[in-house]
């Protein structure tokens, strides 16, 4: 007797599991999300500092005078960055000099923005 019941709830587990496999398959896609998989992350310094400036700017609301200087800020970092990664050093020497990097790009942010700007890219990009 417990053979069948065991049986029975292997069934119904089985049952329950491939219920939510299709039911995973079936699901509609939702509109535009094919079109963003197609886009492709930039891979050059250039790309990556142009992406995350407008990223900034649409998100903090930063001028386009503004934009120009984060997107300068952003290129240097990215590029001393890359050079300090593909340098000959010590991974402590390479992460303590990235963190200097980070610090001296936090610090240009705060010059160019505006208070309540520099306060929300902190709370939104920690």
Known sequence: ???YI???LLLVAGLSQSSAQIKATVQPV???ASEKARVAKP???E???KSSADNLKKTLGLSEKQRTSIYKALL????A???VKS???SNKEKYNKTVALDQARTKKFEAIMTKEQYKSYILTFP
């Open 1 to 3: 007797m417990l053979k």
């Open 6 to 8: 065991f049986s029975l």
């Open 30 to 32: 939702p509109p535009g």
């Open 43 to 45: 891979t050059t310094p």
């Open 47 to 49: 790309g990556i500092a």
């Open 76 to 79: 240097d970092h990215t590029l």
């Open 81 to 83: 960055v890359k050079q």
């Open 87 to 89: 340098s000959k050093l």
